[in-house]
């Protein structure tokens, strides 16, 4: 079973900028989509971003215009473009395919003065 490990997170200033990556141990190419979630505390996992196989993308409305996901099927690894960070942002990050794998570890980011 292919594992998912996410990196990238951290200590950002409200309107800053970080990158997250998702590296999987196989093949990424035949996965057909690829998504970032997010969750804090006491509140339920939410999507964030999704990219399909063929380069299409979704976002939250939330997310929209500040985020932007892609991947790289060559080095397995999924990103997460974030700009224009806000406090709101702040969670755990992890990323997963269609149809769920075990989720990962995933990434801090906390958006803070």
């Known amino acids: 079973q292919v594992q998912l490990v996410e990196s990238g997170g951290g200590l950002v200033q409200p309107g800053g900028s970080l990158r997250l990556s998702c590296a999987a141990s196989?093949?990424?190419?035949?996965?057909?989509?690829m998504g970032w979630y997010r969750q804090v505390p006491g509140k339920q996992r939410e999507s964030v971003a999704a990219?399909?196989?063929?380069?299409?993308?979704n976002y939250a409305d939330s997310v929209k215009g500040r985020f932007t996901i892609s991947r790289d099927n060559a080095k397995n690894t999924v990103y997460l473009q974030m700009n224009s960070l806000k406090p709101e942002d702040t969670a755990v990050y992890y990323c997963?395919?269609?149809?769920?794998?075990?989720w990962g570890q995933g990434t801090q980011v906390t958006v803070s003065s």
């Open positions: 990219i399909t196989s063929g380069g299409d993308t």
């Open positions: 997963n395919r269609l149809p769920f794998l075990d």
């Open positions: 196989g093949s990424i190419s035949r996965i057909s989509f």
